[in-house]
Nanobody, 116 residues
Framework: QVQLVESGGGLVQPGGSLRLSCTTA????????MAWYRQPRGKARELVAA????????NYADSVKGRFTISRDNGKSTRYLHMNSLKPEDTAVYSC?????????WGQGTQVTVSS
């Protein structure tokens, strides 16, 4: 059974940091490109960051470059999103996504709220 489970969301003040984790099971993690998406309330979902199968290449939305870092641990079948210098506009539901020619899977999402 395929599972993607996000954790680490919550309420943080502007300028603060959070680390999101996405733990997976049921598929061969190392075969899949991993990404984080977010969807603010009432807005469309957008790509935040993606990392290649070996972790050697990353891609970020312009709005998070220099503040967020995506990484993966193939041994633990887990990927991370380190978020620093958080802004109110980063408030959204963050979801992890795994895709390859073998399949396309989504997590349920975790809420991140940046507010004072």
């Amino acid at each position: 059974q395929v599972q993607l489970v996000e954790s680490g969301g919550g309420l943080v003040q502007p300028g603060g940091s959070l680390r999101l984790s996405c733990t997976t099971a049921g598929f061969t993690f190392s075969y899949y490109i991993m990404a984080w998406y977010r969807q603010p309330r009432g807005k469309a979902r957008e790509l935040v960051a993606a990392v290649s199968t070996d972790g050697g290449r990353t891609n970020y939305a312009d709005s998070v470059k220099g503040r967020f870092t995506i990484s993966r641990d193939n041994g633990k079948s887990t990927r991370y999103l380190h978020m620093n210098s958080l802004k109110p506009e980063d408030t959204a539901v963050y979801s992890c996504h795994a895709y390859s020619t073998f399949g396309d899977y989504w997590g349920q999402g975790t809420q991140v709220t940046v507010s004072s």
